[in-house]
Structure formats: structure tokens, C-alpha cells
């Protein structure tokens, strides 16, 4: 399984980067795609998800700011961040979870830095 994330930087606040996971080699279909994020000194913690329906769920801090979407056709998914705020700083993690509860994927992560 690969999980390949790009698209992470450095910004300025206010400014907006968009984030990319492509997933290959997966063993099952891939029921949903989220984004999770670590900051400094922090647990990892949930930012999006998109659901195999498309349904979505955002956290509280990013949700109005950042929109999650995917390409079922492409195996990937995307999370456009705007409105970027130094509190959005950390690494950004991609994990796909399976049809059927077959297990998860991590992606190695991206680091997004938000400058004042």
C-alpha cells in the first residue's frame, strides 16, 4: 500500500495550500479518507473526512475554512485550506479506512507551516 501526500509548505496566515493523497496497492476499497494533523507537543487529532457516499465531517477549528473532497476514480483525495491560521501548523497525516472493517493505511505526512 502507498499513500503519497503532497502539496504541504510554508504560508503565510491568510494564505491557502491544498493537500493531496493518491492511495495504491490498496488491499480492500476504501470506504472513507481523512486527514489528521499533529502539532508540536500535541496528539494527533482528526481535521476532515470524506465517506464513500461523500458525506463529509470537519473539526470544529478548520470547519468554513477547509473543504475535504475525493476522486473515487483516482483512489485520492484532497483537502483545500484557506484562511490559514499559525494554529494550522503541524504535520498532516492521510489514512484511508477499508470497506467491510478491513484495517487502515497511514500516509508518512506533510508538513504545513503557517507563518505570522
Known amino acids: 500500500v502507498q499513500l503519497v501526500e503532497s502539496g504541504g509548505g510554508l504560508v503565510q496566515a491568510g494564505g491557502s495550500l491544498r493537500l493531496s493523497c493518491a492511495a495504491s496497492?490498496?488491499?480492500?476499497?476504501?470506504?472513507?479518507m481523512g486527514w489528521y494533523r499533529q502539532a508540536p507537543g500535541k496528539q494527533r487529532e482528526l481535521v476532515a473526512m470524506v465517506f464513500g457516499g461523500g458525506s463529509t465531517s470537519y473539526a470544529d477549528s478548520v470547519r468554513g475554512r477547509f473543504t475535504i473532497s475525493r476522486d473515487n476514480a483516482k483512489n485520492t483525495a484532497y483537502l483545500q485550506m484557506n484562511s490559514l491560521k499559525r494554529e494550522d501548523t503541524g504535520i498532516y497525516y492521510c489514512r484511508v479506512d477499508y470497506v467491510g472493517m478491513l484495517g487502515a493505511d497511514w500516509g508518512q505526512g506533510t508538513q504545513v507551516t503557517v507563518s505570522s
Open positions: 496497492g490498496t488491499p480492500a476499497s476504501i470506504h472513507t
